[in-house]
């Protein structure tokens, strides 16, 4: 159900026009952008659900021409009203069911967020190409004009782009090239949001090379060879995750093509339908957090085709569910090809989570940028990782097919909800514990003492910070000793049996000099200290904990 823009009304009374505000919601945009002059004409076609004679939309940044009136189905309004975060716009009276256009003429201000490339920017790459880029994000379409900026609505979209000949310009939806300085962008699709169909890209340095077919879908790839992506783009390996993604969740959403852009860009990736934009610098770098960035990264944003595109956001706060299935379902295939890779990408969530600032759903509700970037790390890991050692990754999965394949808005209420039915566990102590809190999270770290014995051994595990919520997983701790292939995995379950154990293991047939915490990556438990090996000392075992580092996930990671 769609939620209306403006939930009052005033009834009319009798056959005289309605009067006061207007309960509508958008259907279509249709978007008119000269990259260079700024200009744009936004245009709006609305379904009215309570009729009344004002529309009041919100509308911020973007500034209007002062020489040109908005008009309502080519009329022009009586008055237009502007204030910081709002437009009302207010004609003669439209009743219930009416279909009303909306037109508005602005100039788009050359400014973004922070440093990032939310809102409208021009980047020049390594060789002095200027990328011109145009990115909504979550509740920001408004900066471009009146537009509906909740994260759960769905519209379609004309984008008719002016640019300079030497430009390719590519947005959501079926490209024609009008003339070598006009595209447009037809996009006809279900679920197309607000926070993602609002990408329009233009370059001169693109390259334009067939990709094939990856799971029935053109791929064509928009790259300059100074960057190395295509060499990295390992075309058998993303057809099969395309093949993977479609069986597990239905068709493609987008129609038969998908764009691969490269470019100098704030992230490594983004998620525009149809579109996914590379951040140029991702073959390059030598920060490698995954077994390979590039690949890591294409598939990410594959996912987010179905989680976060046709299937997006229900409210800003719901933000975390959609990339941490994103990584998930990367992990698994990744997991599925190679035990090492997936080890790795595990690995990497609890690094990043060792980083966080905030729980993954923040009650204190800091703006999104401050927040977004804490939940690549612990959102994985708590809602979907942690969960599959305690069940299956079968259950996991079933609980994710039960979600995506349809445009809806969905919250992370609703993601737990699925995996309570799928996986039999009652997580409402889990959701409190791991997902919900205000401040800085403390993840569970723990004092582990290993005493060796004849025949049994001890194996003592105390968590330091205990909370009045306890966070419960289960995870394994590895005994090893000094040759190679010499390991026992024990096994600890805090969601069962409590969060402090004291366990008797067989004592193994070689001798300890290495207790390691969680070396699988399993939940987000940390080493409280780590004791360094050192064998002159009556300490003859040291205490490891391999992901205790905080890490910046490549979404993060600026160069």
């Known amino acids: 159900m769609r939620r209306a823009v403006v939930v009052a009304l005033i009834a ?49 940044a973007a500034h209007r021409s002062a020489d040109l009136i908005p008009t309502i189905n080519n009329d022009e309004v009586k008055t237009a009203a502007f204030g910081t ?43 002095g190409n200027d990328f011109y880029y145009m990115v909504s994000w979550v509740n920001g379409c408004d900066q471009f004009g009146p537009c509906d900026n909740r994260p759960d609505q769905f519209a379609t979209y004309r984008f008719t782009v002016t640019h300079p000949a030497t430009h390719k310009a590519r947005c959501p939806g079926t490209i024609t090239e009008a003339s070598t300085t006009q595209t447009i962008c037809d996009f006809t699709h279900d679920g197309g949001p607000t926070y993602s169909t609002f990408g329009i890209a233009a370059y001169p340095a693109w390259t334009q090379t067939d990709k094939g077919l990856w799971g029935g879908v053109q791929v064509t790839l928009y790259d300059r060879a100074q960057t190395e992506i295509e060499d990295a783009i390992d075309v058998a390996f993303h057809g099969s995750f395309m093949d993977w993604m479609q069986s597990q969740f239905g068709p493609y959403p987008y129609g038969t093509e998908l764009r691969v852009l490269t470019a100098p860009t704030y992230w490594g990736g983004f998620e525009h339908p149809g579109n996914i934009v590379l951040d140029d610098f991702l073959a390059r770098d ?66 990043f989570g060792a980083a966080a600032g905030f729980y993954p759903v923040p009650l204190d509700e800091p703006e999104l940028f401050t927040y977004y970037g804490d939940v690549y790390g612990p959102g994985p890991m708590i809602l979907f990782r942690q969960l599959e050692v305690l069940t299956s990754r079968a259950q996991v ?17 609703e993601v737990v909800a699925a995996l309570e039915q799928s996986t039999g566990l009652d997580l409402d102590g889990y959701a409190t514990a791991w997902i919900r809190g205000s401040g800085k999270p403390a993840w569970p770290r723990y004092n582990i003492t290993y005493t060796a014995g004849v025949g049994t051994s001890t194996l003592a595990l105390v968590q330091a910070n205990k909370g009045a919520n306890p966070r419960g997983c289960k995870f394994h701790v590895a005994l090893r000793g000094a040759a190679a292939g010499e390991e026992a995995l024990v096994e600890v379950n805090t969601f069962t049996s409590g969060v402090d154990q004291t366990l008797q293991v067989p004592t193994p047939t070689f001798t300890v000099t290495d207790v390691v915490l969680d070396p699988g990556a399993e ?9 360094p090996f050192a064998p002159s000392s009556t300490n003859t075992v040291r205490v490891s904990s391999p992901f205790n580092t905080p890490a910046l996930h490549p979404w993060n990671r600026h160069r």
Not at 97 to 125: C, N
Request: net charge negative; hydrophobic share 35%.
């Open 12 to 60: 009319a009374c009798g056959d005289d026009p309605p009067t006061g505000p207007i309960s509508a919601h958008v259907t279509h945009y249709d978007y008119t952008f000269d990259i260079e002059s700024r200009a744009a004409r936004a245009e709006l076609t609305l379904e009215v659900d309570e009729g009344g004679d004002c529309i009041t939309l919100p509308m911020r």
């Open 85 to 127: 975060d709002v437009a009302e716009f207010c004609g003669d009276g439209y009743e219930t069911g009416a279909t009303i256009k909306l037109a508005v003429d602005v100039t788009v201000p050359l400014e973004t967020i922070g440093t990032s490339q939310v809102g409208y920017s021009v980047t020049r790459d390594t060789q």
């Open 286 to 351: 030598t920060r490698q957090s995954y077994w390979n960035d590039t690949a890591h990264t294409l598939n990410h944003e594959i996912v987010h085709m179905w989680a976060g595109d046709q299937t997006t956001l229900a409210s800003t706060y719901d933000f975390v569910w959609k990339e941490a299935m994103a990584e998930y379902l990367t992990y698994v295939f990744e997991d599925m090809t190679s035990t090492a890779y997936g080890t790795q990408t595990a690995g990497a969530w609890k690094s």
């Open 397 to 413: 999965l079933a609980a994710i097919q039960s979600l995506l394949g349809t445009p809806r808005g969905l919250s992370v209420d």
């Open 523 to 531: 939940c987000l438990v940390y080493a409280m200290t780590v004791i």
